[in-house]
T-cell receptor
Framework: RKEVEQDPGPFNVPEGATVAFNCTYSNSASQSFFWYRQDCRKEPKLLMSVYSSGNEDGRFTAQLNRASQYISLLIRDSKLSDSATYLCVVNIRGGSYIPTFGRGTSLIVHP | DTEVTQTPKHLVMGMTNKKSLKCEQHMGHRAMYWYKQKAKKPPELMFVYSYEKLSINESVPSRFSPECPNSSLLNLHLHALQPEDSALYLC??????????????FGSGTRLTVV
């Protein structure tokens, strides 16, 4: 089983749709969780950290479920500019602080 | 200054060449990372430096040699690379190795082509 798993998609949604991504992690000692966004041929950029209590930033909501070992990202009212790959990052692997990426979920928002 | 700066942005090198990639940050971050990313794949960790000391080497071939001259700079020395080493090389930094505070900040990468 991989350390961090994501559904690669692609998720193809119309503008205005709500879309949710999940990411599961295998190491229960993991402490830090993040969602990154990566546009084609660009570097990953931090979208939001994921806190135990859940957090929201505008149209984006991140949740952490420690019991089931997954994090989620909800995007409401999708925009064309949201089209990108969304990567989850978990910072524990093998008992050491190793920032580990999931394979990414591709989102395509169409008119 | 909240940036990680990488140079060069593009590099083409022959298999017998020696070149270096450079990374610089002035955010006072004490952990710095090298990642390799192939097309349509997630970034793969290569090295981690914490307080200027190499703390993780993900079994990277010796033709890649990292160096951390000071807390703001990270280099990756390349020698005798293979065409399959062609990729986007990303540098990242974080306040400390946990990344708890503000996550990891990435540079825009060096797109390397080995011919």
């Amino acid at each position: 089983r991989k350390e961090v798993e994501q559904d690669p998609g692609p998720f193809n949604v119309p503008e205005g749709a709500t879309v949710a991504f999940n990411c599961t992690y295998s190491n229960s000692a993991s402490q830090s969780f993040f969602w990154y966004r990566q546009d084609c041929r660009k570097e990953p950029k931090l979208l939001m950290s994921v806190y135990s209590s859940g957090n929201e930033d505008g149209r984006f909501t991140a949740q952490l479920n420690r019991a089931s070992q997954y994090i989620s990202l909800l995007i409401r009212d999708s925009k064309l500019s949201d089209s990108a790959t969304y990567l989850c990052v978990v910072n524990i692997r093998g008992g050491s602080y190793i920032p580990t990426f999931g394979r990414g979920t591709s989102l395509i928002v169409h008119p | 200054d909240t940036e990680v700066t990488q140079t060069p942005k593009h590099l083409v090198m022959g298999m017998t060449n020696k070149k270096s990639l450079k990374c610089e940050q002035h955010m006072g971050h004490r952990a710095m990372y090298w990642y390799k990313q192939k097309a349509k794949k997630p970034p793969e960790l290569m090295f981690v430096y914490s307080y200027e000391k190499l703390s993780i080497n993900e079994s990277v071939p010796s033709r890649f040699s990292p160096e951390c001259p000071n807390s703001s700079l990270l280099n990756l020395h390349l020698h005798a690379l293979q065409p399959e080493d062609s990729a986007l090389y990303l540098c990242a930094s974080s306040q400390d190795r946990t990344g708890v505070a503000y996550g990891y900040t990435f540079g825009s990468g060096t797109r390397l082509t080995v011919v």
